[in-house]
């Protein structure tokens, strides 16, 4: 119950939050691993001081958990995963979340049920088993921002993320099983055969509702494009409603006789993704960059509030037991052991049939960087307080025992394993450039200088500062210009072309962008030509620079292949429609290229011909030229063709293209306040109504 109390705890825990942020940063201790320290140190505070015992009333519950903070941490995960790259590495990351989940529930169980019973705290199996199944599904959160600080291969940080993600659905799958066999019995078979059949249908069956929602949402939020707050709301709903919708499904629904298990956790994950991979381009673009941030920003309360409560619920438990720390140490051993095994025989067998092989350093930092987190304190908060077992004579219930040694795992990670990652990763050189990255590091070193160069100059001619500050500041980068200028003539000239051609593509998105702002070209051309730039990038990334360069490539990713079958079967365009589009298409990729080309000229005109190789730079022109030629060609063929059709198309884009400059200048306008807000609201609402 919300309380005057609760949600001034609640709003302290992020004032302290916020600070440890920022200690985390100076100290270099990972955020979530301080967070649990500062929750365990508020827990003698609340008790002991009156003026903060309020910090009490905010409790840890498994619907807070479950239903709160559970979607919004699935959805900004979710959300950024490449789909395209996800299916690339499905084999490793299936494995990973299925196989290797498998293995480490079943010897963690085994190896904890021998192991306590040689120091005299005997369990039954079962609860072991239990414990093998919450404590074997890794948590992304305080690695993968390690892997962004170290510079992780983009490949290694995507492995670990979907493994994260996706052994989430399935470790809480295997957990409400086992414990239904605990809570209901085990008869022999026939409890083998239901919890096997329970375990499919959650996965497959939560995969294809969370498509739906997915899918659903994301036409909803395609109609709702023109106003940002609707499509960020939205976005919220789908998340929550989609766990929430599957919970009541799973729990309320059967189907001859059966009920139909579905997870949660799954639907949640596919929907999010289809959301990112497929919805995102409905999304309008102003919004679509606050749509990240402002997820990122649920996610850092729900992680803030999360840890700190774990802390302060460790502090809570009783640690008089006999034995209380070697079998929490035990435990711990247990489990990182597992996890290693878990990892090793797997990774080796699935390489035998990868083309890409998982490199041996990447598995020892699969072994030691797999961190647990919140989702192993929900499934125990799941289990029952009434849960008790026959014999059971100790101190604690069976749900504090698994509580205790769950958030002893949790900090041991926290504290040990991510303290130590960057360490790991520097001994393994994982986080060594690459001879691409290496280059693209030195350019854009000299981009910043030459400009930092320009400004001083402009500044020295307005006489903002002095001779000397000018000639010392002027040494100083000019030095470090010409450093990085020579670091980029040292790289061989296929690499410096291909660095070229992935800031060519960075500025087609760009563009792209702006044009489908502006309904000048449509949602499917948007989706082809995004997908051919990054099967490009892919390409040129992996030093291939046999790119797919002609203007009708266009190979769909998984979802725009399941979306394409269903628009075709529901909807046949006519002969008008396809031209339109075609036209737009080939339009969309001229004036792209004109773009990347009208930038390159002026790579030269801004003297910094020096960071780039002129051979490189003449063959990405030659390359944009062909491009841009051959899209024009096409383009003015459906205009031939259709020379009344097109010419009334023109028309309409030529609106919206004025449209655009209106609204720049309206803009520009308001922000130096040469019009009131009632004035700028109604001057772009009619804008925007003769636009459509």
Known sequence: MLTTESLLAALMMLVIASATFFIAKRVRLPYTALLAFVGMALAPVSLHVPLFSFMRDFVLTPELLFYVFLP????????????????????????????????????????????????????????????????????????????????????????????????????VALFLIVLGVILNGYHGFATIETGVTAFLMM????????????????????????????????????????????????????????????????????????????????????????????WEQLAFISNSIVFILIGLLFAELPTNTNHFWMIILSTIVIVA??????????????????????????QHLMAWGSLRGALAVTMVLLIPDTLSFPGWEYAITPKEFIL?????????????????????????????????????????????EHTVLERLNKFAKKNYIDTATFEALHKKHGERYMEACTECAEHADLLAESALRLHAIGIERFHLKK???????????????????AVQSEYLDE???????????????????????MKDLLYTPTAEEAAVENYTYYRAQSIIARKVLKELDAIETKGESRVFSLDALEKTRVAYRKFRDGSTAKMEAVAKKYPSLISET????AERGLFKVEETVLDDLFEKEFITPKIYITLRNQFEEEAV
Not at 416 to 441: C, F, H, N, V, W
Request: aromatic share 12%; net charge positive.
């Open 650 to 653: 023109n028309r309409q884009l």
């Open 203 to 294: 996965v497959i069956g939560g995969a294809f509702l969370g498509l739906f929602f997915g899918w659903l949402f994301a036409n909803i939020i395609g109609f709702t494009k023109q106003n940002e707050s609707v499509s960020i709301t939205l976005t919220i709903v789908m998340a929550h409603l989609t766990f929430l919708l599957t919970d009541l499904v799973a729990h309320h629904l059967s189907w001859n006789g059966h009920p139909l298990h579905l997870s949660a956790i799954i639907s949640t994950s596919v929907a999010s993704i289809v959301m990112g991979n497929y919805g995102r381009y409905k999304i309008s673009v102003r919004a679509e960059a606050f749509v990240e941030k402002f």
């Open 72 to 171: 919004t941490l699935i959805f900004e995960s979710a959300y950024n995963i490449d789909v395209r790259r996800l299916s690339r590495d499905l084999p490793v990351i299936a494995s990973l979340a299925i196989v290797s989940l498998l293995i480490s529930t079943f010897l963690i169980a085994g190896a904890l049920y021998f192991v306590l019973d040689l120091i005299g705290f005997s369990i039954p199996f079962t609860l072991a088993l239990l414990f093998g199944t919450l404590i074997s599904a890794t948590d992304p959160v305080a690695v993968l921002a390690l892997f962004k600080e170290y510079g992780a291969p983009r490949r290694l940080s995507l492995i670990f993320e979907g493994e994260s993600l996706f052994n989430d659905g399935t470790a």
């Open 543 to 565: 030093g291939n620079m046999n790119v797919p360069e002609t203007s009708t490539y266009a190979e769909k990713d998984l979802f725009g292949k399941l979306t394409g079958s």
């Open 404 to 448: 205790t040694i769950t958030i002893g795992c949790v900090f041991t990670t926290l504290f040990l394993k991510a303290t130590t990652i960057g360490s790991l990763m520097k001994k393994l050189k994982i986080d060594t450039l690459r001879p691409l990255e290496a280059l693209q590091y030195e350019e854009a070193r000299a981009l910043v």
């Open 515 to 533: 044009l489908y702002q502006y309904g000048e070209v449509s949602e499917k051309s948007v989706k082809r030509i995004m997908n051919k730039l």
């Open 337 to 362: 052991i597992a996890r290693a095994l878990s990892i090793y025989p797997v990774m080796a067998t699935l390489n035998f049939f990868l083309t890409e092989k998982i490199p041996r350093t990447w």
